[in-house]
């Protein structure tokens, strides 16, 4: 079946302006993650849904970023007035629901803040 | 000093040797442990999945959990060009989701 899917793959953006990224979990998957992979620093968490439960939205770095998750499927992270250390890759990884399931990770955003 | 420490490399090593790569951690409540596989581009894909100490072997990849050296290891034996990757190492603690990654090691294996 189909893989968690991102888009767009990649975004050049000014500083300043806003800009959303959107996530296609896998069908029927219940936990949808997202992540933050910067050079030489690795994934970092962001964001974490779970069903219909409050995200856990520890890992966001500043209220500069939000992410929502439409119908338990469909997720948008959107990162207002970017700056120019918000460029990386942004991850979205789905699950079928247990803490312990597999995070199945889609082909990530480049974001680039000029 | 961060949660879990791996050596970024860059690794580079002939084709059908044997590769090596490690992390060490700090929190002794890490309890299950991953490698994951992220090509060029891509997004990582999972490997392998431990949770005691001990080795977990899957065709040429054996996965190794040493819990009181706070040590994990991936080997991969007869290395292939088509192993050439990033290679991240990712714990986390019991029930919860969130994983801890290291920074990845990028392999090159040469024809």
């Known amino acids: 079946g189909a893989g968690v899917s991102q888009s767009p793959s990649n975004k050049v953006t000014e500083k300043g302006k806003d800009v959303e990224l959107r996530c296609d979990p896998i069908?029927?998957?219940?936990?949808l993650y997202w992540y933050r992979q910067s050079l030489g620093q690795g994934l970092e968490f962001l964001i974490y849904?779970?069903?219909?439960?409050?995200?856990?939205k520890s890992g966001l770095p500043s209220d500069r970023f939000s992410a929502e998750r439409t119908g338990g499927s469909v997720s948008t992270l959107t990162i207002q007035r970017t700056q120019q250390e918000d460029s990386a890759v942004y991850l979205c990884?789905?699950?079928?629901?247990?803490?312990?399931?597999?995070?199945?990770f889609g082909p990530g955003t480049r974001l680039t803040v000029l | 000093q961060k949660e879990v420490e791996q050596d970024p490399g860059p690794l580079s090593v002939p084709e059908g040797a044997i590769v090596s790569l490690n992390c060490t951690y700090s929190?002794?409540?890490?309890?299950?442990f991953m490698w994951y596989r992220q090509y060029s581009r891509k997004g990582p894909e999972l490997l392998m999945y431990?949770?005691?100490?001990g080795n977990k072997e899957d065709g040429r990849f054996t996965a190794q959990v040493d819990k009181s050296s706070k040590y994990i290891s991936l080997f991969i034996r007869d290395s292939q060009p088509s192993d050439s990757a990033t290679y991240l190492c990712?714990?986390?603690?019991?029930?919860?989701?969130?994983?801890?990654f290291g920074k990845g090691t990028l392999l090159t294996v040469n024809p």
């Open positions: 990884a789905s699950s079928s629901g247990g803490a312990g399931d597999t995070q199945y």
């Open positions: 069908s029927g998957h219940t936990a």
């Open positions: 849904f779970q069903g219909n439960s409050a995200p856990d």
């Open positions: 929190n002794s409540a890490f309890q299950y």
């Open positions: 431990t949770y005691s100490s």
């Open positions: 990712a714990m986390r603690k019991g029930s919860n989701y969130k994983l801890t």
